[in-house]
């Protein structure tokens, strides 16, 4: 993390390490400092103390810096950053950045996430803007959260290694006749739901077509995952990036704020399927030219999907893509930056 700065335009608060939410901020960081704005990046983490102490600690903090404004990324950092501008002395615009479904997580057996699900949910309104990376997050926000539409701004996460589809995209075998590769979406964790993705590859070779299935190395599901596909007498390698002409990206995720790896698939030329009651991967997916949308999540609607993927020639899609450029994505992060510059500034006007 960077030195705190006098001289800083913009903080990003940030949670877990390993929360999506942690690279998205860095990838704005770096695409920003490209573009001359001076940001600096908080881990609450790292702060001293617990709770109050904690958010007390990040509060001195943005004293110090006296940023323009603080994006909190993700549920966590986004509900310390709005606690903390409560005990600075000069208060900054706070945008709090949302990149998973609040409504999914109140459901969560994990009591801190229904609790943070919860926080969200009351305390959202309080911020300058927030942020979604979908259209479907931004309506759970502008409904779910009393956030005027107004203020609930959708700004597509930056994909760090979009590139041009017409300059990389292999030689594709179109259909099922030589069988598919199911690329696993993701790291094999419950969030994906990985085994809704051996199940639909299971369901493919009872269909009579050769399957390989693709996963990331490691992850909490990893070893059910295996045994999951030899149950289904399937082939399973780790994934080395070589995954050949007849290759299909397909994540199970019943519930997505975006769906990063599905763009990425996309800017291989590679189509991708997800589940279509996930909401927020219609954002990341374009229906019979970068992949298809699964009508439900079980093992046959997702084998329908997978075969009609399949068929696709994922092209002429770069203006779509480059939505997901970090430089684009940082552009409109600032323009939702100002717009919370703004509404703060209105709200300490004082009447003459």
Known sequence: MSS???DTDLVF???APDDPATATAATWATALAAMGVRTDTIAVRTLPGRGGARVAALAARLDAVAPRAVV???TAAALAALAARELTTRPPAVVASEHASLVAR????VPAVRIGALQARRRYR???VVIASSHALAAEINAGCGVPASRS???PPPVADVVS???????RAAGTARGLTVVVAGDLSAANDPLRVVAAAGELDRRGIAVELVVRPGGALSETVRRAAVSHGLAIRADDGAWGPSAVVVLGATSAGFGAELVRAAARGVPAVAVSTALGVADAIVPGVTGELAVAGDAVALADAIVAASHLE?????DWLARFAPASSARLLLRAVDLAVAHADAGRAVPV
């Open 126 to 128: 309080s911020a300058d």
């Open 165 to 171: 589809v017409e300059g990389v995209r292999a030689a």
């Open 314 to 318: 994922v092209a002429g899609v770069d």
């Open 72 to 74: 909190g990324a993700g």
């Open 106 to 109: 109140r459901r969560s057996r």
């Open 4 to 6: 705190a700065r006098p």
């Open 13 to 15: 608060v940030v949670g």
């Open 153 to 155: 701004l959708i700004v």
